[in-house]
């Protein structure tokens, strides 16, 4: 059974500042992984994805994810928050179906 | 090209009361996708389509139907609703390649009294 943990309902960071959203994920297969971004009253568009090719992935808006196998971790970072970045993210991991994490609300403070 | 849309946006039943959720795409995708979304749970698969005619359960498959109508069109039918349905329903669709589920309607916030 593959699953995604999030760690974390809540991040709160400053304008400016790093931006780091965690994500476990535990499959028995190599996994495919995925980082989702909703706002508010909208629907989830795709950040980014990794696929088995390079294991550090960029995505939309400077986001990026890195795949590490020996911590089963697919953590998303951003340099420097912006206040369009407030939102919630989701990981999810898709083998033959998608499994999404619980989400993590991102607020970014001036 | 409106992507995935979905009707209605909101809606308030009573217990025991049915209806149908709709849901189209325009963007000639082979599978589409139904979800909820609860707080603290993220989002649970309903039920998908792989193509047209064909439908699978996801992981939280109880008290729905589903109608893959045409490959445009994929209903989600509550049959009596219960007040556990109570959530915020998304559409999604993808192409038959790859396997990321890029494309997601705008949700259906359903309350169930």
């Known amino acids: 059974a593959q699953s995604v943990t999030q760690l974390g309902s809540h991040v709160s960071v400053s304008e400016g500042a790093l931006v780091l959203l965690r994500c476990n994920y535990s499959s028995s297969v190599p996994p495919y992984l995925f980082w989702y971004v909703q706002y508010p009253n909208q629907g989830l568009q795709l950040l980014l994805k990794?696929?088995?090719?390079?294991?550090l992935v960029k995505g939309i808006n400077d986001f990026e994810a890195e795949f590490k196998k020996s911590e089963t971790s697919f953590h998303l970072t951003k340099p420097s928050a912006h206040m369009s970045d407030a939102a919630e993210y989701f990981c999810a991991v898709n083998n033959n179906d998608m499994r999404f994490g619980a989400g993590t609300r991102l607020t970014v403070k001036p | 090209n409106a992507g995935v849309t979905q009707t209605p946006k909101f809606q308030v039943l009573k217990t025991g009361q049915s209806m149908t959720l709709q849901c189209a795409q325009d963007?000639?995708?082979?599978?589409m996708y139904w979800y909820r979304q609860d707080p603290g749970m993220g989002l649970r698969l309903i039920y998908y389509s792989a193509s047209e005619g064909t439908t699978d359960k996801g992981e939280v498959p109880n008290g729905y139907n589903v109608s893959r109508l045409n490959k445009r069109e994929f209903s989600l039918r509550l049959e009596s609703a219960a007040p556990s349905q109570t959530s915020v329903y998304f559409c999604?669709?993808?192409?038959?390649?790859?396997?990321?589920?890029?494309?997601f309607g705008p949700g259906t916030r359903l309350t169930v009294l």
């Open positions: 999604a669709s993808r192409t038959g390649g790859g396997l990321d589920v890029k494309f």
């Open positions: 990794y696929t088995s090719a390079a294991t």
């Open positions: 963007m000639n995708h082979n599978s």
